[in-house]
Structures are given as structure tokens and as C-alpha cells.
Nanobody, 121 residues
């Protein structure tokens, strides 16, 4: 089992930045690929970014490429999502997820409760 707790969400103006954190406990964090997803009101949850177990491979949705950066600190059992140049359309609940595989597989086995990000225009 893996428990995930997100933090760092909030209200920010368009063009601003936020850094989300996801603290993991339980199963060995350093062996797991990690992902970030988001869900806006009335929309389906969508993939945002993924990072492999050692940080060597990262993937991004086209909508955030060049603005968001995923990273991890295995010593702290934490994965981050640095979000820059935020837009109102980035407003959503952001979820952290853990993949029992070490590299991106497209499926995730554990989910956090989410943290709200609101970008005002």
C-alpha cells in the first residue's frame, strides 16, 4: 500500500506560479513511477505529468509542456509539480498518483485526495 498526500494548492493570478508537493508513505517510494493528474469542474480527469523512479524520464501533457516541471526527491519520499505561467484553464483539483511500475505504464494504482488550484484572470 502507498498513501499519498498532496499539498501546495491555492489561489493564484494568471501568470503566477505554484509548487505542488505529494508526500508518500508505505511501499518503497523510490521504486515507483509517479504522476500528476487534474480534474476541472464538469470535465474528466486528465494526465498532467509523469516521472520515472529515478527521475530520469519525464512525460508531460501538451497543454502543460514548457510551463510545468515534475521532479522528485526520493530521500524525502516526495514528488513535486512546479507550475509556472499559470492560466485560468489550469484551474482544477490536482491529484498525485503512484504507479507500481518503475517507468511510465499508463496505469496508476494509488491516488491522493487532491489539492485545489484556482487561477484567476
Amino acid at each position: 500500500q502507498v498513501q499519498l498526500v498532496e499539498s501546495g494548492g491555492g489561489l493564484v493570478q494568471a501568470g503566477g506560479s505554484l509548487r505542488l508537493s505529494c508526500a508518500a508513505s508505505g511501499r518503497t517510494f523510490s521504486s515507483l513511477a509517479m504522476g500528476w493528474f487534474r480534474q476541472a469542474p464538469g470535465k474528466e480527469r486528465e494526465f498532467v505529468a509523469d516521472i520515472s523512479w529515478n527521475g530520469g524520464n519525464t512525460y508531460y501533457a501538451d497543454s502543460v509542456k514548457g510551463r510545468f516541471t515534475i521532479s522528485r526527491d526520493n530521500a524525502k519520499n516526495t514528488v513535486y509539480l512546479q507550475m509556472n505561467s499559470l492560466k485560468p484553464e489550469d484551474t482544477a483539483v490536482y491529484y498525485c498518483a503512484a504507479d507500481r511500475h518503475s517507468y511510465y505504464s499508463g496505469s496508476y494504482d494509488y491516488w491522493g485526495q487532491g489539492t485545489q488550484v484556482t487561477v484567476s484572470s
